[in-house]
């Protein structure tokens, strides 16, 4: 048997040769300067926030490029797949309104998960097989463990690489015993014998770029006692980028190191070269200094955190684009939306990410918003996360409605107090009846900070219920509120009421804490003509009459 047709022996004999693939995926008709960019999850874990931003600034730089952006499943890894990690992708990817331009569905370059592709891997690896260009190793665990501790001892680089590449010369024999003997293998990728010891590249980001040469023959296709026989990912980006089109990687700055084998693939299987843009990756303040924000530590590098807080989907994206580009964060976010992101702006030191600084821009963000779509988008949050908030909005819209509008519509300066939509609760809860816990009389804990005592508190709480006018005008109002104050011997003022403490139960701004806590069960509210008119006189009543102890 020819040494050819040994190697054919090793594959399906119906696998296609490399023109059929060719054939299969064209170039794409696409203008001059487009980018074909990509994301490429991995269903081995939750999405890290970090996910996002890659594939905000993939979709960005497409989009405005007249390119397209795809998301390609990275799952070779099955053995260490999650269950659920693609709902999370999927769900990740509705809520930032990243959909990819292709899918399964409706795309010519797929199927989009690597797992799907074998036969394509197949072909390329058989390819290298039958140039020289790789080989099959049979080391087993403990040959491999055994390699890198001599060269540990030895105080050498570790890898699979000159004489210690046991496989990398054996004689066709030897290599046909094992076959004969049913020996599990792998496919290594022959690392040239004349390359140059350093390599430079031009990353798209960090410009030229300058790194030792790769000497590892690595693992390109893996045991072949698996099913499906799959690649690593070295060798399946290398293919599926060809093959999908892709001419722009935008990736973490850690597969820098990748770039010289990646080049020495794409060299092997006489493909174009594909441009690199290397991104800084997250970081996180620390004391002493700063980290990457990490999947094992941060709460906040899920992209889960920010859904189920419910931070807006378009706060978040507006802060990773002045992450990516400084100077989109110094523009108004409808404006830096519709910016381009540039990749020669995009810095080489890691951007921390600030949640104080994201709650910030969120709040800014809601205020912009009117009340029918702060309530829509806290209703949509609820469905999933606090459905029997969904039952308390429903019943109560119109409520809903008047209290997100106080001190937010028709004012300069709106109200910030909703950051994200689980604050929902804790910033407007009180207006609904259904919600709100009343108080309990004089002696309920809302109360008693206030310094009041409690018979002092019954009767001017009483009184006001009593004769309550649920006045339109807010001095109207507001002077009921001071007329029963002085009779009810409270100082004029806190300045009054500081000089001579004994002879006042409180002054004027404790009189009114009292009625703040009594329609809202907090000392700290808006402003209380505002809440009373969004409550009604009824309501209004009610928790009066509670203050009250009545």
């Keep these: 048997m020819s040494e050819r047709a040994a190697i054919d022996a090793l594959f399906p004999a119906d696998l296609p040769e490399p023109e059929h693939w060719e054939r299969r995926y064209p170039a794409r008709q696409l203008p001059e300067g487009a980018r074909v960019t990509r994301f490429g999850p991995s269903p081995t874990g939750f999405v890290h926030i970090g996910g996002v931003y890659v594939s905000t600034i993939d979709k960005d730089v497409s989009t405005h490029s007249g390119g397209v952006y795809f998301v390609r499943v990275e799952d070779t890894d099955q053995s260490r797949e999650v269950e659920g990690a693609l709902d999370q992708f999927t769900r990740a990817f509705d809520y930032f309104d990243l959909h990819p331009d292709e899918s399964d569905a409706d795309g010519a370059y797929g199927p989009y998960h690597q797992s799907q592709r074998e036969q394509v ?14 080989y099959l190793c049979f080391a087993t665990k403990d040959e491999l463990a055994d390699i890198s501790a001599k060269q540990q001892a030895t ?60 000497r590892n023959d690595a693992v390109i296709l893996k045991s072949s ?80 955190f920010y859904i189920e ?37 995009c810095g080489v030191a890691g951007p921390l990410v600030d949640l104080v600084k994201l709650e910030d821009i969120s709040a800014d963000h809601i205020a912009t918003l009117t009340s029918e779509q702060v309530l829509d988008a806290v209703r949509t949050w609820a469905q999933q996360y606090d459905k029997d908030l969904v039952t308390v909005l429903d019943d109560a819209r119109e409520l809903a409605l008047r209290a997100i509008a106080v001190e937010r519509e028709g004012v300069d300066n709106p109200r910030k107090d909703l950051r994200k939509w689980s604050d929902f609760r804790a910033a407007y809860g009180f207006f609904f009846p259904t919600v709100f816990t009343p108080l309990t009389g004089p002696t309920d804990d809302r109360v008693t900070p206030l310094g009041v005592a409690p018979d002092v508190v019954r009767a001017f709480a009483t009184d006001l219920a ?61 402003d209380l003509h505002a809440i009373s008119q969004a409550l009604g006189a009824d309501e209004v009543l009610r928790r009066l009459r509670a203050l009250a102890g009545a």
Excluded: C
């Design 466 to 526: 009593d004769g309550y006018h649920h006045a339109d005008d807010q001095p109207e109002w507001f002077n009921q509120v001071r007329d029963l104050a002085t009779k009810h011997g409270f100082a004029p003022s806190p300045k009054d009421f500081k000089k001579n403490p004994d002879a006042y139960p409180g002054s004027i701004r404790e009189a009114s804490q009292l009625v703040r806590v009594a329609l809202t069960g907090s000392t700290r509210s808006p």
């Design 155 to 214: 105080k050498l680089p570790t890898g699979y690489y000159g004489k210690w590449a046991i496989w990398r010369d054996a004689t066709p024999e030897a290599v046909a015993a094992k076959l004969a003997e049913g020996v599990p293998y792998v496919v290594r990728f022959r690392v040239p014998d004349d390359g140059a010891p350093r390599v430079r590249f031009t990353d798209a980001i960090r410009g030229d770029l300058e790194a030792e040469a790769n």
């Design 309 to 345: 807080a419910g931070y807006p989907a378009r706060a978040i994206l507006y802060y990773l684009r002045g992450l990516a580009n400084g100077r989109l964060a110094e523009v108004p976010l409808e404006e830096a939306l519709a910016t381009p992101i540039s990749l020669d702006q």
């Design 121 to 134: 891997y197949l072909t390329y690896v058989r390819e290298l097989l039958r140039a020289g260009k790789a």
């Design 225 to 304: 006692d698996t099913s499906p026989r799959l690649p690593t990912y070295h060798f399946a980006h290398a293919v599926d980028d060809h093959l999908m089109r892709v001419n722009l990687v935008v990736r973490g700055e850690e597969w820098i190191s990748s770039v010289p084998l990646h080049q020495q693939l794409f060299a092997a299987l006489d493909f174009e070269p594909i441009t690199y843009a290397h991104i800084a990756p997250l970081m996180k303040q620390i004391p002493g200094g700063k980290r990457k924000l990490s999947k094992r530590k941060d709460p906040e590098a899920g992209v889960d």
